[in-house]
């Protein structure tokens, strides 16, 4: 083997793995929403639905869903000043083909986050907090809601 053929064959060797979702119907995707949460007084519920005709699988990594936090959530001050994340960063290796949620038509699964774990947020402040997506969850971005800390 030549040296390019031997640097290729290293650099492909120590590409870092991509999560595969299980098949979906072409150009389908999941609706991600958040509310308030009813139970946590500093956190937010994440709802992940799905409005197409077939399942649709994503990964629980980088979500509520996992149970660890990451800096999943953008989080703002009504003047626009994003609160700084101070959890820890996970590091994942790509999500196994089994550990995927699919999502049937129609449905819908939640998780809840604590904002405190993670985003220096104080009570009786509002602020507004929005999912950042993620490529790894092969989930899009949340809107905007508006939440008061109790």
Known sequence: MNRHGWLLALLTACAPATSQAPSAPEGASLVVTLEPSHDVPTGVRMEVSNPNAGAVSFCPYQTPFEGAMDDIFEVR???GVELPFRGPILERAACEPDEWFPVQPGRFHTAEADLTHGYPVQPGQVYMVRYRG????GLPPSDWLDITIE
């Open 134 to 137: 993620s490529a790894v969850a």
């Open 77 to 79: 001050t009504p003047d």
